[in-house]
């Protein structure tokens, strides 16, 4: 066992745990804002150390390049896919008022009223 193996061996444990907290947190948050957040920042750190631990343990085999797709694919999507639900969890009230430190959407939703 070299360096290497112990850098990619250490890349995907800390990985895996931060893809456990992630999954944690969807099922222990009161709402789904909350777990829209627990569902996708900790969880796209997750499976981008897990996927740089398994480049590294695979350096030079072509599929390779398949993980760094799929790395970029997740750091594309996850954004969207989370802004879209906490749009839709706040148009829904779907949400917890007392854990809000600030509403911008209400704000934004009354400059838009204002200006029709």
């Known amino acids: 066992m070299n360096v290497l193996d112990v850098l990619a061996g250490a890349f995907v444990l800390s990985g895996s745990v931060f893809a456990l907290t992630a999954a944690i947190g969807v099922v222990r948050f009161p709402d789904t804002i909350t777990r829209m957040h627990a569902a996708t920042k900790p969880q796209v750190l997750g499976l981008l150390l897990v996927l740089t631990g398994a480049a590294i343990r695979l350096r030079g085999h072509p599929d390779v390049g398949m993980l760094i797709l799929a790395g970029l694919f997740t750091l594309i999507t996850a954004p969207v896919?989370?802004?879209?639900?906490?749009?839709?969890?706040?148009?829904?009230?779907?949400?917890?008022?007392?854990?809000?430190?600030?509403?911008?959407?209400?704000?934004?939703?009354?400059?838009?009223?204002?200006?029709?």
């Open 81 to 116: 896919i989370a802004n879209r639900v906490g749009q839709l969890a706040y148009r829904e009230q779907a949400f917890r008022d007392d854990l809000l430190r600030r509403d911008e959407m209400a704000q934004r939703d009354d400059a838009h009223r204002d200006e029709a």
